[in-house]
């Protein structure tokens, strides 16, 4: 009898900070995860995509540049609702009328760098996110990603010297033309076991299929005892 490890799934997530449907396709993703929790052992992360990567630094109001990144207040007033009313179903409160400032996201990209090397991208990514679309904090602002990061674990004063440098400014870069090279024009888009790509704040149910179709072809990897004695 063969002692079978959990097959590993591993997703690589492509989003910025600022798209409201990548923050409920995590959420949608994680509920996915969750129900099969126990069924694969799963590895994310995050790669950078900057919605608008000519932002000046400081960033533009946020109503004026979405009103006319959507056409009029009418229309922007409609997306904004709706966006808020999906995020909602999924737990999540999305307070625009606390947002003043649409931010050049490359620092924020450079954090979530910074924090995958620390061990701690997830909390990170999440922190942002809830940064940015509940509490409505300026991410142009280097103090306010210190201390986002900081609350993570991050080591505020080594953040600091980073993010204050042009450390990891050209790494992010390059992923994010590598992103483009796969042909990727719109976030979320989620690669799985770097084979599968799915666009788009999918259902979790979406998800789940999809792990169940890629467990039929996966082969569990790793250390095994077995009857033979070859192994251990």
């Known amino acids: 009898m063969k002692i079978i490890n959990k097959p590993k799934i591993n997703i690589g ?38 919605l608008n990567s000519e932002m000046p630094e400081e960033g533009r109001n946020n109503k004026e540049y979405l009103v006319r990144k959507f056409g009029s207040e009418d229309q922007y007033q409609n997306i904004i609702n709706h966006v808020s009313r999906v995020a909602a179903s999924e737990g999540l409160e999305f307070n625009f009328d606390k947002q003043h400032v649409a931010p050049n996201t490359r620092n924020a990209h450079r954090l979530i760098q910074f924090a995958k090397e620390q061990g701690k991208q997830l909390p990170v990514v999440e922190a942002l996110f809830k940064a940015y679309f509940t509490d409505g904090v300026d991410l142009s602002r280097l103090d306010n990603l210190v201390a986002i990061g900081g609350a993570c674990g991050l ?12 450390a990891g ?8 033309q590598e992103m483009q090279k796969l042909g990727i024009s719109g976030v979320p888009f989620y690669i799985i076991n ?10 979790a149910e979406m998800f789940m299929n999809a792990f169940r179709d890629l467990q039929k072809e996966m082969v569990a ?12």
């Open 194 to 203: 770097d084979k599968y790509g799915v666009s788009g704040a999918q259902p």
């Open 169 to 176: 400014r050209a790494e992010v870069v390059f992923a994010e």
């Open 221 to 232: 990897a790793g250390e095994a005892c077995d009857i033979d004695g070859k192994n251990c």
């Open 13 to 50: 997530i492509v989003s910025d900070v600022v798209c409201p449907w990548c923050y409920i396709g995590k959420r949608r993703l994680e509920k996915a995860i969750a129900a099969m929790e126990n069924e694969f052992v799963f590895d994310i992360a995050y790669y950078p995509f900057e």
């Open 155 to 166: 080591d505020k004063n080594e953040l600091s010297t980073w993010l204050s440098s042009d």
